[in-house]
């Protein structure tokens, strides 16, 4: 079977990036390649070790053997000693953390390595394969593009570590004129990024869906619970006024239950039923046609 030469954006989601990675294999089983990948938040670090030039089952045994709470440990943090939660919290009213509770620096080293273990540093080091991340920066209230046109110099390892700042949550990148956060504030699904040639005719989405946007709403029971509800209010009201009729028929949806973006305790099964769930909805869509020019019916 001839490859089917495509560009791949993946959405943003925390933990349940994992199904991301389900969904590629079953492409690549259908002779996908991707020359161009963007993502944001967990999109990004899928897109960064696709292009790096892991294969799709060294990214499933990298993300699925990783113990996401080596980068947040909320399954500890409220049994700590009350002062040192107080401490822990105390950041998010300091702009020299970055007013975040837990620090991106454990995830960039994490990151680093695995990049550098390929020889990646920054953009421009990326031969093959082109990658597009976004994060926002909110003191000038715009989008952050960074790929090799753009920001050939910049570290992909800190273009990544931007990239899945969830403000509040993690601490974001200060500087004196510009305050750096989570792409998903603006664009956790940037489907139309490589809308060159007319249309999305190249193009291949992947997209996290919730179960918890069709059930009723629910009150957060925690300040962590809060601070997530937040931004994923913020991330639902900005997809529905962009994910168009067109852009919807080259996007492959992938429901993930009630997964928390921020479980980061997730269980092994959970992960093989976010995989599973990918790689079954990437079967249904390429059942609908979304390797067509026109995407799925």
Request: some cysteine; hydrophobic content about 40%.
């Amino acid at each position: 079977m001839p490859d089917k030469i495509l560009d791949g954006v993946f959405e943003g989601g925390g933990v349940k990036g994992v199904a991301l990675i389900g969904a590629l294999k079953r492409l690549e089983e259908e002779g996908v390649r991707f020359k161009r990948v963007a993502g944001t938040s967990a999109g990004a670090i899928t897109a960064a070790l696709y292009a790096a030039g892991y294969s799709i089952n060294e990214i499933k045994d990298i993300i699925c053997n990783k113990d996401f709470n080596d980068f947040a440990d909320i399954r500890n943090i409220f049994k700590k000693k009350w002062y040192m939660i107080a401490f822990q919290f105390l950041s998010l009213f300091f702009s020299p953390t970055g007013f975040g509770i837990f620090s991106t620096d454990k995830f960039y080293e994490w990151i680093k390595k695995l990049l550098a273990d390929k020889k990646i540093t920054d953009f421009k080091s990326l031969k093959d394969i082109y990658l597009r991340v976004f994060a926002v920066d909110i003191v000038n209230q715009k989008l952050l593009q960074f790929d090799k046109d753009v920001s050939p110099d910049l570290e992909i390892a800190d273009a990544v570590r931007q990239s899945m700042s969830i403000p509040l949550f993690f601490q974001a990148k200060c500087a004196k004129d510009s305050f750096v956060v989570d792409g998903g504030v603006l664009a956790n699904y940037p489907i139309d990024t490589y809308n060159d040639q007319g249309g999305l005719t190249t193009t291949i989405g992947l997209k996290l869906i919730s179960e918890e946007a069709t059930l009723p709403p629910s009150t957060p029971s925690n300040i962590l619970a809060y601070i997530m509800r937040i931004f994923e209010t913020m991330q639902f009201a900005n997809e529905r006024i962009h994910v168009e009729k067109a852009e919807w028929a080259k996007t492959i949806p992938i429901p993930c239950g009630t997964i928390s973006p921020i479980n980061f305790n997730l269980k092994d099964e959970e992960k093989k039923f976010l995989w599973d769930s990918g790689y079954n909805a990437a079967k249904k869509a390429i059942d609908e046609g979304i390797l067509t020019k026109e995407g799925r019916k």
